[in-house]
């Protein structure tokens, strides 16, 4: 897809010259990676566009609305790299580490870095129960077992940071009772032109 294209697409957004291009960079590398592994569900290019970078840049800007933004950010199941690494490229003053415990999905996402120039993200091939680190704010889409991920993905939130949780609205109230009473609801976001996928932000009280 050209540049030019992805510009329209993702307009309200804002991205400059070099951001634009590692999102077309990021895009071809998943189309081509695609076609023998399964990244995504998703076949149109323009769908892919607007729902894959166009969510992970919306769930950006309402995570970190100042562009100098900094501090860490841990993407857990990162898969094809939604949505840590557009938020990455959107604010290049966080440091993010995307978790992907699958090996072949783990080597594409170290390519995609390498490819796109990202100084500002790591790939550690491990699971959220094996990693031992914190981050300010811990990012995951929706998944099919969430109940057993969504504990273990809190657990890597620091006190005081925050859970962000990219899912289908009903799942909502569902998730509100796994995580536990030192969590905070903050506040649920429809993503643009969906009813029914939210933006779910939780923040982990100070003890």
Known sequence: MEIVRIADLLV???LNEAQLSQVARHL???????ARMNLTAVRDTEQIVLRHFGESLFAARELFPD???????VDVGSGAGFPGVPIAIYRPGLSVIL?????KKATFLKEVVRSTGLKNVRVEAVRAAEFTGVADVVTLRAVEEFASILPLSARIV?????LAYLLGGLQVDDAKTVIGEEWHSE??????GSTQ???WIARRLSV
Not at 28 to 34: E, I, S, T
Not at 67 to 73: C, D, K, Q, V
Not at 99 to 103: D, M, N, S, Y
Request: hydrophobic share 35%.
């Open 197 to 199: 996928r939210v933006l």
């Open 28 to 34: 071809d590398l998943l189309l081509k990676w695609n």
């Open 99 to 103: 978790l992907e415990a699958h090996g």
């Open 158 to 162: 620091r006190d005081g940071g925050r």
């Open 12 to 14: 309200e957004y804002g």
């Open 187 to 192: 506040r649920t976001v429809h993503f643009p």
């Open 67 to 73: 562009p100098a933004a900094t501090g860490s950010l």
